[in-house]
């Protein structure tokens, strides 16, 4: 599935849940059918910028990781020591 597909699924998907079908109390403001983002992002246990870019059909990858090189010299500072002064 593509990204405009699954956008288009979870969009659908969401309109057509009521807030009763999953447990919330509809409230008096409702200004779009069906459930919040923010209310499905709770119920699936991701966050809401994940779920609104997922919705959006933004790019999905992951934070890249830090380097070692930063990794290794963050560490050290962390612990007081510079880079010369690990040998």
């Not at 059918?33 to 870019?53: C, F, H, K, N, Q």
Request: proline fraction near 10%; charged fraction near 25%; charge should be positive.
């Amino acid at each position: 599935m593509d990204r405009a597909e699954l956008s288009g699924f979870l969009r659908s998907r969401r309109a057509r849940l009521q807030p009763a079908d999953v447990g919330l109390e509809p409230g008096p403001r409702r200004q779009a059918p069906g459930v919040r983002r923010t209310e499905v992002a709770l119920l699936a246990g991701i966050s809401i910028d994940y779920y609104v870019r997922l919705e959006q059909g933004a790019p999905r990858s992951p934070c890249s990781p830090a380097s070692p090189s930063t990794t290794t010299s963050g560490s050290s500072r962390a612990a007081g020591r510079t880079p010369r002064s690990r040998s």
